[in-house]
């Protein structure tokens, strides 16, 4: 063999040990070694950076949140102390809005407790917030729990800045029965309802500058003695204290998951998972309002503007409607007018539900020019989705349901921490694991919801990741 023929076989040996090592030194970085990865770069065997859609999910049993791309592979990540209290929200700054769990920081709160206790130690109470910076840094925090009250699911931002969040609230065994519950589905743990929180951030903190309560709007026909008895179809736009179970927890028998603003008609949609509704109230009243049935934009106070997914509730259990059984993540379609969830459906034999496979629902609601909503026949309609989309999944619990821009739908098998994407049809794109160095090795895979954004998204932009508009 030449000297020549030598030197270039050495040279070809080289090069080779060089990308071995390269490859090795990749494989072994661990996910706290950079936070940003480079779009540049292979994030897998046959997977690149996919830019034009980007996934928020922030894992229940970790502290690190993370955004990937639509392939789900990791293109940035925040790191906190604490594991996650549900779902967090991507600032125009390229910040994480990011809600702590209190489940290891006060084991014996009584919202901790009582879920530890039913064995459900996949639910992290929230209570901690936290603005963590592009570099991870903790630009704000702010503290609201005690043993009375805890936030829980999400915290979300609304136009003006300001924080919107569902919250616990305790009361006693003897306040629900005072409420017009049936003593027999009062536990000694008594039983919590609902508020919503808008909250301001401050220098030093926060302040509450809204709030709205389920107390303040119930309707009962059990206990005639009680102040807010009356006929369940005569108050539709009430809440029935008695229709509530909490399958899993007596006391959380409502159990809003989300809340969610609508700028055009400054209006809140929400859905209880234990009453299979979608409920939509009014954000322009003050808090003395809030708790009234008068004032506001559409004068109805505090009351509900329109429901959907359950007449049951209402006295109405022969309208022929389309019956929700446990709900997850409504949105607002604002180019269509229309709503859009997840829903679980899971068998519910007080309706004679068999259950099946989650879906996506979409509806167009009957909303007047003004945002007021309309009923026909004694309920809210419409009888039919105008869209069902079969997730080809049975998940009991949590959810997504989210039209990105380009019509494509966004939802999961989050118990699983799957994504799924449906065309606006309802037919399943499809179906992917989310970054399986998340899910591998931990207690809990669980995933709340998953949070799309574009491309163009000014959070995205920030992190030097997307493509800006043209």
Same mark, same amino acid.
């Given at each position: ?6 030197? *270039? ?6 090069? %080779? *040990? ?18 940003? %990865?480079?779009?540049? !770069? ?30 789900? !592979? ?22 994480? *809005? ?35 910076? #592009? ?55 008594? *039983?919590?309802?609902?508020? %919503? ?28 003695? #009680? ?83 359950? &007449? ?114 309802? #037919? ?21 919801? %998953? ?16 493509? &800006?508009?043209?």
């Amino acid at each position: 063999m030449s000297y020549k023929s030598s030197l *270039l076989i050495l040279l070809l040996v080289l090069s %080779l *040990l060089f990308v071995s090592c390269g490859k090795k030194g990749q494989e072994t970085k661990t996910q706290e070694d950079t936070m940003v %990865l480079s779009t540049d !770069q292979d994030q897998g065997e046959g997977n690149s950076v996919q830019t034009d859609k980007f996934i928020l999910y922030a894992p229940g049993a970790f502290k690190t949140t993370y955004l990937v791309d639509a392939s789900n !592979q990791p293109v940035y990540q925040w790191t906190s102390t604490y594991e996650a209290g549900q779902s967090a929200f991507l600032l125009d700054d390229g910040s994480l *809005l990011r809600p702590g769990s209190i489940n290891n920081v006060t084991p014996d709160n009584r919202f901790v407790a009582a879920y530890r206790d039913a064995e459900i130690d996949v639910f992290n109470i929230g209570g901690i917030f936290e603005r963590i910076t #592009k570099d991870n840094k903790v630009a704000w925090s702010f503290k609201y729990y005690s043993d009375d009250y805890a936030p829980h699911h999400l915290v979300t931002v609304i136009p003006n800045g300001n924080l919107l969040f569902p919250v616990w609230r305790y009361h006693t065994e003897e306040e629900s029965i005072e409420l017009g519950r049936d003593p027999k589905h009062v536990s000694s743990g008594g *039983l919590w309802m609902e508020s %919503l929180i808008e909250m301001r951030p401050t220098d030093n903190g926060a302040e509450i500058v809204w709030e709205w309560n389920i107390k303040d709007h119930l309707i009962q026909d059990f206990d005639e003695t #009680k102040a807010n008895y009356g006929q369940l179809k005569d108050h539709p736009n009430r809440i029935d204290i008695n229709w509530g179970r909490g399958y899993n927890l007596s006391e959380d028998f409502i159990h809003v998951n989300s809340a969610f603003y609508i700028k055009e008609y400054d209006q809140i949609v929400m859905t209880s998972y234990h009453y299979s509704e979608l409920w939509v109230i009014d954000h322009s009243t003050t808090t003395k309002e809030a708790a009234g049935k008068t004032g506001g934009r559409y004068g109805r106070g505090g009351e509900l503007l329109y429901r959907w997914g359950n &007449p049951w509730v209402y006295g109405n259990e022969d309208s022929g409607q389309f019956l929700l059984s446990a709900v997850h993540d409504p949105k607002w379609v604002a180019e269509k007018r229309h709503f859009i969830m997840y829903d679980n459906n899971v068998a519910d034999p007080s309706r004679k539900l068999k259950g099946g496979n989650s879906m996506v629902v979409e509806i167009a609601p009957p909303i007047q020019p003004d945002g007021s909503y309309v009923m026909e026949g004694g309920i809210y309609g419409p009888l039919q989705p105008v869209m069902t989309g079969d997730l080809g999944v049975q998940a009991t619990s949590v959810g997504t349901a989210q039209r990105m821009a380009d019509g494509t739908i966004l939802s999961c098998d989050c118990t699983a921490s799957k994504t799924i994407w449906i065309d606006e049809a309802g #037919k399943i794109i499809s179906t992917s694991q989310i970054w399986e160095n998340t899910t591998k090795d931990a207690d809990s895979i669980q995933v709340y919801r %998953l949070v799309g954004y574009a491309k163009d998204d000014p959070g995205v932009l920030a992190l030097g990741l997307g493509v &800006p508009k043209k």
